[in-house]
């Protein structure tokens, strides 16, 4: 099984940055394809961005030239880095990593992380 573990998540004032990290641990397994998802309150859960294991990447448009994401294989590792950050941005977000483990598929969540933008 493979499980992940978030962190980074804080209050911020508007502009500010925050960096979210999410690794994987567990073993046998091959993460393809990492991402970073949000839910705000009374709201259904979005894309925020995601990552091929070749670095492709893929953006939601509200995020786009503020938000980067990043993954170290290594590591297993995820990382989130938001900038010019808006008090929109305020949700819990959530990392994803999708692969294969000893043969079969999975798609696995984390906890979730609150951010929170606001004066």
């Known amino acids: 099984q493979v499980q992940l573990v978030e962190s980074g998540g804080g209050l911020v004032q508007p502009g500010g940055s925050l960096r979210l990290s999410c690794a994987a641990s567990?073993?046998?397994?091959?993460?393809?394809?990492m991402g970073w998802y949000r839910q705000a309150p009374g709201k259904q859960r979005e894309l925020v961005a995601t990552?091929?294991?070749?670095?492709?990447?893929n953006y939601a448009d509200s995020v786009k030239g503020r938000f980067t994401i990043s993954r170290d294989n290594a590591r297993n590792t995820v990382y989130l880095q938001m900038n010019s950050l808006k008090p929109e941005d305020t949700a819990v977000y959530y990392c994803?990593?999708?692969?294969?483990?000893?043969?079969?598929?999975?798609?696995?969540w984390g906890q979730g992380t609150q951010v929170t933008v606001s004066s």
């Open positions: 994803n990593f999708i692969g294969t483990t000893y043969g079969s598929d999975f798609n696995s």
């Open positions: 567990g073993n046998g397994f091959r993460i393809t394809t």
């Open positions: 990552i091929s294991r070749a670095r492709t990447t």
